[in-house]
């Protein structure tokens, strides 16, 4: 069993080696596996489950007192925030209408969350990048930052519904509309990712750094975006059968701990470009990243 195992990994061993591209994706998943990825996007995926619901609330309020006034606005506001929860489809339009009672009862759990799903977030960057206890924020620091993640999030929400909304959109035939509107969320996106990686790592990465994981990142969670229909009609559907209303819980629940190991996968792909930890092996002799893998994982802070 052993010598059939190892005549099939040599030559994918020798063909990851070649291939710049596929070095890259073994090196990063490699190093997510040394480093628990899992638990770090289960800890993330926990807090978000939490967030998710209490943060659409509040937000939902705050659009409905502001864009009383404007119903279809609100409606295309609230769609675009709900294309990151696809799960919570038609909810907020039914159970939130611009009330002071939500929007009481909401902030300070959405609050709490919120900063929670945050700092899990900045563990996992600093344990990503194996920086020592004592580099990273304090409790302030740290939420002071997770405040400005989240106003950050409910902005470019916001300011991708009005790029969604602009005349020139409209004007364009429906391919060319339908090319603007991908380009248009790749740059949200890639700005979000951006200001995850930047602010939530107390390390200054900067684009050099950061660009890897937020190209992986934007791309792959616009394809996610884009077939977030799809995933509720037939992932939740499915579930439905097993789970009864429980099913969009499951659902939400699934979602978030995939966005939350594209958000690990992300920012590793930046941690393994910068500190040159690939081409790895898959068996037989170790690489020279692997040497430097192996010496990053002994140094590890505890």
Do not use: C, I
């Not at 977030?228 to 969009?248: D, E, K, N």
């Amino acid at each position: 069993m052993a010598d059939r195992l190892a005549r099939l990994l040599d030559p994918l061993d020798r063909l990851q080696r070649r291939t710049p591209a596929l070095a890259f994706v073994v090196a990063v998943v490699r190093k997510t596996s040394e480093d628990g990825g899992g638990d770090l996007a289960a800890l993330v995926a926990y807090y978000g489950f939490l967030s998710a619901l209490p943060l659409l609330l509040v937000f939902a309020s705050v659009v409905g007192f502001v864009l009383h006034g404007d119903p279809g606005l609100r409606a295309r506001v609230l769609a675009s925030a709900v294309r990151n929860f696809p799960t919570f489809s038609g909810v907020l339009d039914t159970s939130v209408n611009g009330s002071g009672v939500a929007l009481g009862l909401g902030a300070l759990w959405a609050l709490w969350a919120g900063l929670g799903v945050t700092r899990a977030l900045e563990r996992a960057m600093n344990a990503l990048w194996d920086l020592p206890r004592a580099e990273r924020p304090n409790l302030l620091r740290s939420s002071v930052r997770g405040l400005a993640m989240l106003a950050a999030l409910g902005l470019l929400t916001v300011v991708s519904t009005a790029l969604a909304g602009l005349p020139l959109a409209h004007a364009l035939s429906p391919l060319a509309s339908g090319v603007v509107a991908v380009a248009g969320a790749l740059a949200v996106n890639a700005l979000l990712f951006f200001l995850a990686f930047e602010l939530l790592t107390n390390r200054r990465l900067g684009v050099a750094v950061a660009w890897p994981g937020v190209v992986v990142g934007a791309v792959a969670w616009t394809a996610l975006q884009s077939v977030g229909t799809l995933y509720v009609g037939h992932v939740v559907a499915h579930a439905s059968r097993y789970y009864g209303p429980f099913a969009a819980v499951v659902g939400l629940l699934a979602w978030v701990y995939l966005g939350a190991r594209l958000l690990v996968y992300s920012a590793q792909a930046n941690v393994v470009r910068a500190e040159g930890l690939w081409p790895r092996s898959l068996r037989g002799v170790d690489t020279a990243a692997d040497e430097r893998s192996a010496r990053r994982a002994r140094d590890r802070p505890s």
